[in-house]
């Protein structure tokens, strides 16, 4: 919105797009502290607390009363800060804002099932879940080919030039892409703050990635292909970014709020778009390294007991395996916090190894 005021009053200041990420991200962190408090007493006054899987240990127990679905609250907030702050007829844009608002519905209709229900195995049935989130990650890709016209080529760390052009093939690719980080992330997100801050961290490279593949001059110095147009999706990151960290200041450790799948699933989707947007689909395991590490060992998990019978850790995802060793709840968050930093700064290093 405050993009026209360039286009037709001359104010020039809000031409750009790093003025306009700023006015996002503030805006959106303080929409998401006043709104967060807020929210905390109505979902206390109604019950709808996150249910506990009864195979954590004690310290989870505490935590039965703690209000969920405070995701939909950084969300809405985004959403404001963007449309106050981007440039809206951009496709890129847009498809941004239908990957938060589509995959939010998903895991808001899933929060909704297991607060009522009071039982966390009681939300979407697996199948319908997975069937949602494709539909949604399907429009998210069918705009990425057919509205905006983005390049299908693919892209590996290191290489300047793209390996082959995956034609429509692109659009299978991005799905599983999409639907894999999000459901990362909603594996992390089961300590308090534990998949807020790599997602922010996370948000940061791959927003410094897309800024650099939207600008023509920085894009050709660093050999980055040049995408025209998706610069402007900072804008939602940066928004995103401070809704976060806006509910950081209350779901850190000891949390007042979980973020709910209504978080977790549309956080993660957000982030695979910006890698796609990027052409760091592959680089994304990097950057997620936390939320990669996450997964893997749910699958070494299961794989393991359906193989063996025999389990690889005390309990998964990893995380519960350090709570079962006696690992305080706070150490295991900042450690696992530490080695996303740790990464993502290697991920940006990529950018000059090419």
Sequence with gaps: MIYYLHHFFGIHLFYYISVRAGIAFLLSFGLTLFLIPRYIKWAKARNANQPINKFLTQAHEDKQHTPTMG???????????????????NWYVWGGLITLIGFASVGLKDD????LSGDNLKGLTPKGKMGLLILVASIIGTILIFGAHFPTTFYLPFIKRPIFDMGYFSLIFWIIVIIATSNAVNLTDGLDGLATVPTIIGLSTLGAIVYLTGHIIFSHYLLLPYISGVGEVIIIASALVGGLLGFLWFNSYPAEVFMGDTGSLAIGAFLAYMAI?????ILLILIGIVFVIETVSVILQVGSWKIRQKRVFLMAPIHH??????????????RFWMISFIANLLALITLKIR
């Design 321 to 334: 395996h350090f709570e079962m060793k006696n690992w305080a709840e706070n150490k295991i968050i900042v």
């Design 277 to 281: 947007l990027g052409k760091s689909e």
């Design 112 to 115: 909704l099932g297991k607060v």
């Design 71 to 89: 995701g939909a609250i950084f969300i809405f907030s985004t959403l404001i800060a963007s449309l106050f702050s981007a440039k809206l007829n």
